[in-house]
């Protein structure tokens, strides 16, 4: 009991914040039916949960490096692309997947490359040559990607458009195209020039690393050539079982696709992060300023690639048949009754609720924050995270590699913004902007909570969840407030500016955020 | 003549601007009477290219004293050119004033959104200082957006059909805007140099580079950082101003987050903390933008982004700034390189 007492004196503002916060939220329910709060206040947890997947990997990449991800909402974007493709088209994702892994199986290559290099004492390489190799690798790895058969889709015909496909596939039907076919020599040249373009990138790069005088130990260049190896001959699997995993996708049904589309999203989503901060980023240590400009740039290419080829139209991303079932027991009375009959909508609380995009979203923002939570304070990975973002040099002088800390930290927020992307997906459709609204929604949410704190980001998303909800309620149904006649009805327009001026109020009174440590 | 070596670059960059006009009319085989009589041509056109990268490097210059100088990062600063863009239609369009009047009002407003950017310095710092900021940019955003005000902001249209007065119209006296423009640019540059140099400037810079060694110096930080804002938001709202004037359209895009971002692009493509890194990277801003556009069409906002992403890896620390750190390096190669090809001629 003194214990809590103390607590709640050592943390006096944030209490009566909170607390004030409370009583504002209660005193809203006052005006609204019960069925009316019910839902707003689900939808509210459901946008907190995926504005939280965002807003969570921003924090702890600022966190821990100071980086202002700015092209987090483009990532987020791809996310969802990328989860589409899998849902909708695993065939293409089949057919994606051999050239990647023999693209990959020849990045890893780098350490060996610089291993050699070092034996053969090759030094005085220049600034020009490592760049040369790098393109001659880059254009024979267009070679062997142009020649490769993949089934595909085609924004500029109507017929082979994704936006048809997903409509098909909302009807029930899914019916892929024929799968292209080529020549096995052609096959076989494709995939051998993936693999030597690749190896050629990996070449230049471990040029480049020479030139920076950076040794790989040889440890590393018999891991990398094993690693190397392995993936290829996965790539050469996934090709010759190509036909038969297809099918075995179509056959299994929506929801186990949806479920493979979250992994496949979100580790796509960490390749991405940890590729954009072991290249990119990691030179930009120094002048952080610079930081905003390259992920601004990147953002900008990331939507201008998607926009490229999945085309500029919102596409339907239909809902897993485990939430979609209409007729026959629905809606059912009881969340257990909608799981068994796959219902769509069930009632809670007298209020129809839709299993999807106000259950399950929310559900899965609140398995991936108690993940993370546990991540943070359970392993060993998650104490030097806390550890760095409080003092990243006392980390660094403990003699943590804090370089991989980084990379794991990036791979895990873009990760994790990938998979909000692929829930957000069935809730709100997939389109080319969806990420910029939620990056400002969760750089408000982070800002209210506290930047760099984990719980923060939680609260923050919560509060700018609930209220958005709440105002676009209001809006329908009207506020009665005590000095007007009319009820109130605020327009779309105020519900952004409802939650900026929350943050700034808050901000105002507590400069660090909610649950944000005092620098 | 000591002065004029000094300050060759800059003399140079006056006199290619002062006959920038003229030498497009050559290269277009028109005469100069129609360039003089703001014929249409080339010569108009691209002297409307340079009045906007003009108005550009002005509302870089206030951001660059701000941040660059000051080191007070604000996401809100496209709210100062919006407020003097919104505030000279309005006076020009719905109150009916001439122009003189309508400056010092803009002047005023400039003020006044410095002194509401200032009410929350002393609370908040670094990175939340630019979130407030966002915040009230953002809000002010909606708000001229918004449905209601539509009579008098035009909603999320834009401002449009500003009337403009006759001696300074950008359609029909294009040729005198060009050297106002490019007058209010050099002068507020000028300008910005010596208050860099003064006192007050050295104590901001100062105050950038460690406040609290500046505090403990015995400077109230909180006056000088004052100065900056008011100074740099008068910039930014007289630039807005002379975009409202120029454009035939104000649109509510010119207080979003784009626009400070823009401004942000511009001195990090320039240099921060350079001053003359703001107008070299309003013309690349703004040049990159229309030439690639014309080339790319559709792709240009991708191979725009991939420009960004090559400027920060090639170019460090921004053109001039890279320049500045690296020009001795560079001209002691040239040297040497020279020598050599002097050495093998001889031979």
């Not at chain 2, 401002?159 to 423009?181: C, G, M, S």
């Not at chain 2, 909180?222 to 938001?233: M, N, P, Q």
Request: overall charge positive.
């Amino acid at each position: 009991m003194e214990n809590i007492i103390q607590t709640l004196r050592k943390n006096r503002s944030q209490t009566i914040m909170l607390a004030t916060l409370v009583v504002l939220f209660l005193s809203t329910l006052q005006g609204m039916e019960p069925n009316d709060w019910v839902i707003t206040v689900l939808r509210g947890l459901a946008v907190a949960s995926v504005t939280f997947l965002v807003a969570s990997g921003f924090s702890l990449i600022f966190g821990l490096m100071d980086v202002l991800n700015l092209a987090h909402g483009t990532l987020f974007m791809i996310g969802a692309y990328v989860g589409w493709t899998a849902y909708v088209r695993p065939d293409t994702m089949l057919d994606l997947a051999t050239p990647f892994a023999l693209f990959i199986a020849g990045l890893v290559l780098a350490p060996l490359w610089g291993n050699l290099l070092a034996r053969a004492r090759v030094s005085n390489v220049g600034h020009i040559l490592p760049w040369v190799i790098i393109i001659l690798g880059l254009v024979v790895l267009a070679f062997g990607l142009t020649r490769y058969p993949i089934t595909a889709w085609d924004p500029a015909v109507y017929d082979k458009s994704p936006v048809v496909f997903g409509v098909k596939l909302d009807l029930g039907q899914t019916d892929l195209p024929a799968p292209v076919t080529a020549e096995s020599a052609q096959i076989v040249l494709a995939m051998v020039g993936i693999l030597a373009g690749s190896a050629l990138v990996a070449l230049g790069i471990a040029l480049s690393a020479m030139r920076q005088r950076r040794a790989a130990p040889a440890r590393a260049a018999w891991k990398a050539l094993g690693l190397a190896l392995g993936l290829s001959i996965l790539g050469l699997v996934l090709h010759l079982w190509n036909d038969a995993l297809t099918a075995s996708l179509v056959a299994a049904g929506t929801t186990w696709r949806f479920f493979l589309a979250m992994i496949v999203a979100t580790l796509v989503g960490a390749g991405l992060g940890a590729l954009m901060e072991s290249t990119l980023i990691r030179p930009l240590y120094v002048r952080p300023i610079y930081q905003l400009m390259l992920t601004l740039g990147l953002g900008v290419i990331g939507r201008e690639v998607v926009i490229a080829i999945w085309g500029r139209t919102q596409m339907q991303m239909p809902k897993p048949a485990l939430f979609n079932t209409i007729g026959k027991g629905c809606p059912a009375q009881t969340l257990w009754d909608a799981l068994a009959n796959q219902c769509s909508t069930f009632y809670f609380m007298e209020t129809r609720v839709r299993t999807y995009n106000e259950v399950f979203v929310f559900v899965m923002g609140v398995v991936v924050l108690i993940a993370v939570w546990m991540l943070l304070q359970r392993t060993r990975i998650g104490m030097i995270i806390r550890a760095g973002v409080q003092d990243r040099a006392m980390v660094e002088a403990l003699g943590i590699n804090v370089r991989q800390v980084f990379t794991f930290v990036f791979a895990l927020g873009v990760g994790l913004a990938a998979l909000g992307g692929v829930l957000a997906g069935p809730a709100m459709g997939v389109s080319d902007d969806m990420g910029e609204g939620l990056l400002l929604s969760a750089l408000i949410a982070l800002a209210i909570g506290g930047l760099t704190s984990f719980p923060g980001a939680a609260a923050g998303s919560l509060l700018v969840g609930l209220l958005q909800q709440f105002i676009v309620k209001y809006g329908q149904i009207g506020i009665a407030l005590p000095f007007l006649a009319q009820p109130f009805k605020p327009t779309p327009p105020l519900v952004p500016a409802s939650t900026l001026l929350l943050m700034v109020i808050v901000l105002l009174i507590m400069p660090n955020g909610l649950f944000g440590r005092k620098e | 003549m000591k002065i004029l070596r000094a300050h060759s670059a800059f003399l140079a960059l006056v006199v290619f601007l002062g006959v920038f006009p003229f030498l497009i009319a050559i290269l277009d085989g028109q005469s100069f009477a129609d360039v003089l009589a703001n014929q249409s041509g080339q010569s108009k056109f691209y002297q409307g290219l340079l009045i906007e990268i003009f108005i550009l490097a002005v509302f870089a210059l206030s951001y660059d004293l701000l941040f660059g100088i000051t080191g007070l990062l604000s996401f809100g600063h496209a709210m100062f050119f919006a407020v003097g863009a919104y505030t000279t239609g309005i006076a020009l369009k719905s109150l009916q004033l001439p122009l003189p009047q309508t400056l010092v009002i803009v002047v005023l407003a400039g003020i006044a959104q410095a002194v509401l950017f200032s009410i929350v310095l002393p609370r908040v710092k670094g990175i939340t200082f630019a979130l407030v900021t966002l915040g009230f940019a953002s809000v002010f955003h909606i708000i001229i957006m918004s449905h209601e005000l539509s009579s008098i902001t035009g909603g999320d249209v834009g401002l449009q059909n500003i009337p403009k007065p006759d001696y300074l119209d950008p359609a029909a006296q294009r040729l005198t805007f060009y050297f106002v423009a490019l007058a209010f640019m050099l002068l507020v540059y000028l300008f910005y140099r010596r208050f860099v140099d003064s006192p007050t400037g050295r104590v901001c810079v100062a105050i950038r580079e460690n406040e609290h060694r500046a505090r403990m110096l015995g400077y109230n930080t909180f006056y000088f950082k004052l100065v900056a804002l008011i100074i740099s938001g008068i910039t930014a709202a007289l630039a807005g101003a002379l975009h409202a004037v120029y454009q035939p359209i104000v649109s509510p895009v010119t207080a979003s987050l784009v626009y400070t971002v823009n401004a942000l692009l511009i001195i990090l493509v320039g240099g921060i903390g350079t001053l003359s890194g703001a107008l070299v990277g309003a013309a690349v801003f703004r040049s990159l933008q229309f030439f690639l556009d014309k080339i790319f069409a559709e792709s240009s906002s991708l191979i725009l982004g991939m420009v960004y992403v090559a400027i920060v890896l090639f170019v460090p620390y921004g053109i001039i700034g890279t320049w500045r750190a690296k020009k001795f390096e560079w001209q002691a190669a040239w040297r040497e390189r020279w020598a050599k090809l002097k050495k093998i001629v001889q031979q």
